[in-house]
C-alpha cells in the first residue's frame, strides 16, 4: 500500500473524492507511477499531479487506470465528471488562482506550464504554428516512407534472384562440361553419378542431392537431375541413364510419376513431384 502525502486543504471535497478513488484503484493495480504511466499512455509527471490534487485528469486516464485497476469506469466517470464541474472554482463561486508548478518539475513536450492545473484538458497547439509544422512534417514522413519502401523492394528482389539461381539447376548448353564428350582435348570429363538409395526421417535420398525445391525441366544439368533419376529409378520407372541431363527419356519418366501420383503432368520437376519422387 502507497503512502500518500495528505491532500491540499483547499481542495474541493467532491474533486478530494475522485483523487482518492484514483489512489485506491492504483494500489490495487500494484503498479508504480513510471510503469503506470507506461501502461496508460500518460507521463510519470502527469500522474503525479493527478494523484496530488495539483491537476485534474482527464477523462481518457480516469478510464485507462480503472482498467488496469479492474474497477468499474462508471464509478469514477461520474466522479470525474462531478469534479470537473468545481475545478478551477473558488468556493464562492469565483475562478481560482492556478497553483504554481512545482520546481524543478519538467513540463510534458507539448504542454502549456500556464495551463497545467486546468480542467484536465489537452492543450491544443497553435493554430498558426501548426500550420506550418503540418506539412513539414508530413513531407518528411512520406519521404521516408517511400525510402523505406524502395529499400524493402530492392531487398526483396535481391532475395528472390539469389533463391532463384540456387533453386534451379543450371540449363544444359553446348559448351557445358555436363555434356562435353569424354576424353575430349582441353575439355573435362562428364561427371559421373551413382544411385545410393537410403531412406531417412521417412523419405528417400540417392546421395546427389537433397533439395525439395529445386525447378527441373528439359534442357536442366547437374546432380539435382540426377538425384531426380536414381529416384525414378527407385519408383519403378525409366528416367534412361543416370547421368545428370535432363533429356526426353527423364522428361516421360517425370510425367508418369505425376500422374501416377495425381499431380499436374507436365514434366517439370517442382516441390510437388519431389515430394512424390522421396516418399
Known amino acids: 500500500m502507497s503512502r500518500w502525502k495528505g491532500l491540499p486543504g483547499e481542495l474541493d471535497p467532491r474533486v478530494r473524492q475522485l483523487v482518492v478513488g484514483l489512489r485506491r484503484v492504483k494500489d490495487r493495480s500494484g503498479l508504480s507511477l513510471r510503469r503506470l504511466a507506461a501502461r496508460t499512455g500518460f507521463s ?34 461520474a466522479l470525474h465528471e462531478v469534479a470537473a464541474e468545481v475545478w478551477g472554482r473558488a468556493p464562492d463561486g469565483a475562478p481560482a488562482p492556478r497553483p504554481p508548478a512545482v520546481a524543478g518539475e519538467a513540463v510534458p513536450e507539448g504542454e502549456d506550464p500556464g495551463t497545467r492545473s486546468g480542467a484536465g ?37 535481391a532475395r528472390l534472384s539469389d533463391g532463384e539461381k540456387t533453386a534451379a539447376a543450371p540449363p544444359l548448353t553446348g559448351t557445358s562440361a555436363a555434356v562435353t564428350a569424354p576424353g575430349t582435348a582441353g575439355e573435362p570429363d562428364r561427371p559421373v553419378y551413382t544411385c545410393r538409395s537410403e531412406r531417412i526421417d521417412g523419405r528417400w535420398y540417392a546421395g546427389n542431392s537433397r533439395t525439395m525445391k529445386a525447378v527441373l525441366a528439359k534442357g536442366h544439368a547437374g546432380p539435382e537431375v540426377a538425384e531426380a533419376q536414381c529416384l525414378l529409378r527407385e519408383a519403378g520407372l525409366a528416367p534412361g541413364v543416370v547421368d545428370g541431363i535432363f533429356g526426353p527419356h527423364t522428361e516421360r519418366a517425370v510425367r508418369g510419376l505425376q500422374k501416377r501420383s495425381g499431380l499436374v503432368v507436365d514434366g517439370i520437376i517442382g516441390p510437388h513431384t519431389w515430394k512424390a519422387l522421396r516418399e
Do not use: C, H, Q
Not at 503525479?48 to 468499474?72: C, Q, T, W
Not at 503540418?134 to 523492394?153: D, E, I, K, S, Y
Open 44 to 77: 510519470t509527471s502527469s500522474w503525479e499531479r493527478y494523484l496530488s490534487g495539483r491537476a485534474l485528469p482527464p477523462r481518457e486516464a480516469v478510464e485507462a487506470i480503472a482498467r488496469l485497476g479492474d474497477d468499474d469506469p462508471a464509478r469514477l466517470l
Open 121 to 157: 484538458e489537452v492543450p491544443r497547439a497553435d493554430p498558426s504554428r501548426s500550420r506550418g509544422r503540418v506539412p513539414r512534417v508530413t513531407l518528411v514522413a512520406g519521404a521516408v516512407a517511400l525510402v523505406a519502401a524502395v529499400a524493402a523492394a530492392v531487398l526483396l528482389a
